[in-house]
């Protein structure tokens, strides 16, 4: 019997597939990538037709020889890495670095980790598609020299440790751009009118508005004088029935952004999610820009709605992409049995997502919603302008059933049942409601991933991966903005009085937003000035379409990098060579009373305040910006104020309270401790009674944060964390597992689970290029 080598690139995904086979097939893996660039120099040979330099990744050194080893007993190597592109050069890869020979290894792909699947695969075998690696090594290349060249730039010109992406700037200069636009709004003030009226039996309470807005509070107030004593007429009743479709299934980005919406899981947390759904065989590829379902997907579908709601509520389709580039050689995502609409022996997080897209999917394959549409026309006898009331009623759930869409109101009563053509209303009150215009929405993680495919900007491997690492180079954060608290006028006309108040607004939040540091504005801008082409959005759309191309075999894989090189490295060689007084960003505000220049600039650590110079004989002073500071606009009184910290503001108890400035914002030293000031306390005039308030609220917080504690090892404790419990022990944090109550652990107990962690980070270190697995 022949000995069968099966090679996947995640453990988990190893360990479903061996489950579907035999004795004589041994299932490994590859964890992710096991060859890349040369780190030393560019890794390219540009001159010898960008004939890429790999080596072994230093970390999969061990697992090429486990893999060598399992090569020489196998009769036969079956290549099963994901279908996509990535997938595709890990098989190639495999293939190379193995040496395997055509005869002994073959390259199985499949879209779902199913018994039926695995086996189909291995029946319908092929060899690995060279133009899927091409397209691969060159988007990898591309990427290598614009990071290569770029970095080395923005490092002279700006600041070290910088680096700049392709598809990463522009990703970041929507983010700039959207900021822009917010700090360009200008607010404008308006007034809706809202009418209440009765029907004549003064059993049926219509509420309507005026089809006209006015820009002033005395343009409002004439309007509601006028129509103190009007009559109020039904001029008009208009029906229509409309149908609504639901929603086609998931790809990538569309799961990425309801799971936003409905769920509150990022973009990372999805596809983490994700992943282990579809490696434990429940769902289908989740890398895809299809919304195709495959037959056994539409029959599995049909076969449930009717069991589940009937035939009226069944109606089959299959949808088809209107998203830039798409390449649509994949399924959406669905589950593999539709039979499931829950799954056990799995976390929360899991069972919410997975639910998610069972509802998508059996949905897509439901009936259409219908709906009664009302439009009633209130006129006023002595005005031109309309009060106006829709009304909208579901006649027929459809695929609401299965999955509520956010902008269907589920209202059941019909309104023109009740209401009369020429009806004179009773009107019981009038108010006219100030609103303020809003300015552009920043971006989520799931809005910017929608922009990005909207513009055909990366593809759907590239998204999590792109907003991953904009965060973590600094060049975006994610934060909750507060919107400043405002007072509304609110007119009311009542039994024919009229009255005013002001009416004070809740703060609202808003929540997650993508907000640009300095550091990405100003390596945006460089950007931008100097390198217009590479950021222009066409630009990175139109290589994209060329990587498609070479996927699909119509462009030789070089031709591309030829074009960009040429274009690119001539206009590095200019910008290198230009002298520039001060490094981008930086400038000076003026001087402090001993005359000596204060500066605004940036750093290793963020941008600071730099006094004097490094030519004085003085040492220069340094003073970093606060969090809600920014280089673009801080002013020289702001600047010199920084240098007042730190300052002690008095003793609690018989030790000093210290107020400092930090990287991360002002706070309060005492006792060896730190504690954030926050937002609505003033650093420059926090008073000694403001700080014990936060000393003593830090402390009760302390003590409710430990759990449990140890004698015989003081490092080790159970402490209470803002995601649940965790063991902390020298300065590591462990989880601990969900079914375990975090007070009952005996300290045996939490050294079983150090343990276990500890083994399963050492099996996962060093796999920063691999796909992350867990």
Partial sequence: MEKNLVIVESPAKAKTIKKFLGKNYTVLSSYGHIRDLKKKNLGVDINNNFNPEYITLPDKIEVIKQLKKAVKSADIVWLASDEDREGEAIAWHLFTTLKLKEKKSKRIVFHEITKNAILNAIKHPRNIDLNLVNAQQARRILDRIVGFELSPILWKKIMPSLSAGRVQSAAVRLIVEREQEINNFVERSFFKIHAQFYYPN?????????????????????????????????????????????????????????????????????????????????????????????????????????????????????????????????????PTCMDSQIIKNKTVQEQKLYKLIWERTISSQMADVELEKTMLTIGINNVTDKFQVQNEVIKFDGFLRAYMENNIDKNIETLQSTIKLNAILNLVEVTASEHFSQHPPRYTEASLVCRLEKLGIGRPSTYAPTIYTIQKRGYVTKENKKKEKKSTTVLTLKNGTISKYIKQCKVSIDKNKLIPTDNGIIVNNFLIEYFPNILEYNFTANIEKEFDKIA?????????????????????????????????????????????????????????IQIGSMEDDEKPRFAPLSKDQSIKNITLKDALLLFNFPRTIGLFGDKPVVVAIGRFGPYLKFNNTFISIP??????????????KLITEKKERDKNKIIKIFANDKELKIINGHFGAYISYKKINYKIPQKIAPETISYSEAIQIIKKKSCKKKSLIGNKKKRIYN
């Fill in 679 to 692: 937002k609505n306390y003033d650093p420059h005039h926090i008073t000694i009674k403001n700080a014990e």
């Fill in 552 to 608: 699909s075999g119509n462009l030789e894989w070089t031709k591309p990098l030829h074009k960009f090189y040429n274009l690119f490295h001539p206009m590095v060689d200019k910008i290198s060579s230009i002298k520039m007084k001060y490094k981008v960003g930086e400038r000076v505000l003026g001087s402090d009373k001993d005359g000596k220049p204060v500066s605004v600039k940036i750093g290793r650590f963020g941008p600071f």
């Fill in 202 to 334: 003064n059993k049926r309470l219509i509420q309507s508005e005026l089809n006209k807005q006015f820009e002033t509070e005395k343009e409002a107030e004439m309007f509601l004088k006028a129509i103190e004593n009007s009559i109020f007429i039904i001029e008009n009743i208009n029906v229509c029935f409309v149908k609504k479709s639901p929603p086609p299934p998931f790809t990538t980005s569309s799961l990425q952004q309801e799971a936003f919406k409905k769920i509150g899981y990022n973009v990372s947390q999805t596809m983490s999610i994700a992943q282990k759904l579809y490696e434990s065989g429940l769902i289908t590829y989740m890398r895809t820009d299809s919304v195709k379902l495959s037959s056994s997907a539409l029959n599995s579908s049909k076969k449930e709605i009717i069991n589940r709601f009937g035939t009226k509520y069944l109606k089959i389709r299959q949808y088809s992409t209107k998203i830039k580039g798409a390449q649509e050689a994949h399924e959406a995502i669905h």
